[in-house]
């Protein structure tokens, strides 16, 4: 028997690994997987090519004024991957410089800004059979996911993965501005004032610092199992 679509939320720090996981998961179980990182990405670049972005300052006035004007869509590509575009275009490897990831922690600490992509996330998710990661999405996009996980790895990991990442794309990045990144975002997405990254009380806590990709993905199908087992013995 099919059993019932559900919600999936992936939360966690910055490159914990949660859109492996919630790539794998999607591949997997015929699910639709959604970057929410991609998004806030998107909004920080319309910003920064606007120049509401600089090092030093973040007009919010034009950005609240502009939100609107902003539509992130997602689709798949000759290779199966997903690509975000940004009021039609494709800006997949854009959206992925140390630049627009800054900037995508600054635009997410704005309430307006995660008003407007929240109501974007959850309209994604109504029909259920959704993967999505992020931050908050088991706390405030789904809190009524039926499976939240919330991933953690040390800084130094997590760096690594994605000084990895970055060196693998071409780039050539120092790994301790990498580290100080990671670091500096931790501490933006934890103590901002709208919707701090926290762990959802009923989230699955996985710390995957020393844990295959494999044997993560096996985990979480397992987690996944059990929960629609359930659900369907209710
Ligand atoms: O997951 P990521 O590195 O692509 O996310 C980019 C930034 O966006 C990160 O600093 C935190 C923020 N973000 C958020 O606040 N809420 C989400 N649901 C997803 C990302």
């Given at each position: 028997?099919?059993?019932?679509?559900?919600?999936?939320?992936?939360?966690?720090?910055?490159?914990?690994?949660?859109?492996?996981?919630?790539?794998?998961?999607?591949?997997?179980?015929?699910?639709?997987?959604?970057?929410?990182?991609?998004?806030?990405?998107?909004?920080?670049?319309?910003?920064?090519?606007?120049?509401?972005?600089?090092?030093?300052?973040?007009?919010?006035?034009?950005?609240?004024?502009?939100?609107?004007?902003?539509?992130?869509?997602?689709?798949?590509?000759?290779?199966?991957?997903?690509?975000?575009?940004?009021?039609?275009?494709?800006?997949?490897?854009?959206?992925?410089?140390?630049?627009?990831?800054?900037?995508?922690?600054?635009?997410?600490?704005?309430?307006?800004?995660?008003?407007?992509?929240?109501?974007?996330?959850?309209?994604?998710?109504?029909?259920?059979?959704?993967?999505?990661?992020?931050?908050?999405?088991?706390?405030?996009?789904?809190?009524?996911?039926?499976?939240?996980?919330?991933?953690?790895?040390?800084?130094?990991?997590?760096?690594?993965?994605?000084?990895?990442?970055?060196?693998?794309?071409?780039?050539?990045?120092?790994?301790?501005?990498?580290?100080?990144?990671?670091?500096?975002?931790?501490?933006?997405?934890?103590?901002?004032?709208?919707?701090?990254?926290?762990?959802?009380?009923?989230?699955?806590?996985?710390?995957?610092?020393?844990?295959?990709?494999?044997?993560?993905?096996q985990w979480?199908l397992g987690m996944?199992n059990?929960?629609?087992?359930?659900?369907?013995?209710?």
């Amino acid at each position: 028997m099919q059993s019932k679509n559900i919600n999936i939320a992936v939360d966690g720090f910055s490159s914990c690994g949660k859109s492996t996981i919630a790539k794998g998961l999607a591949r997997q179980l015929g699910y639709t997987y959604i970057d929410s990182g991609a998004m806030y990405r998107s909004v920080a670049l319309f910003a920064i090519r606007n120049g509401w972005i600089t090092d030093s300052e973040m007009d919010e006035e034009h950005l609240r004024q502009h939100i609107g004007d902003i539509r992130i869509t997602f689709k798949t590509n000759s290779h199966g991957e997903q690509e975000t575009y940004l009021n039609g275009e494709n800006v997949e490897r854009e959206i992925r410089t140390l630049d627009a990831a800054n900037g995508a922690s600054r635009v997410s600490t704005l309430g307006f800004v995660r008003k407007a992509l929240v109501a974007q996330q959850q309209v994604l998710g109504k029909e259920k059979g959704v993967v999505m990661d992020g931050r908050d999405i088991g706390t405030v996009v789904f809190p009524d996911a039926e499976l939240k996980l919330f991933l953690t790895a040390s800084p130094e990991v997590r760096a690594q993965r994605r000084f990895d990442e970055m060196k693998a794309r071409g780039e050539n990045p120092s790994f301790d501005d990498v580290l100080t990144n990671v670091k500096e975002r931790d501490q933006r997405d934890t103590t901002r004032v709208e919707s701090p990254l926290r762990k959802a009380d009923d989230a699955l806590e996985l710390d995957n610092s020393h844990i295959g990709i494999e044997e993560q993905l096996q985990w979480a199908l397992g987690m996944f199992n059990k929960i629609t087992t359930e659900n369907e013995q209710d």
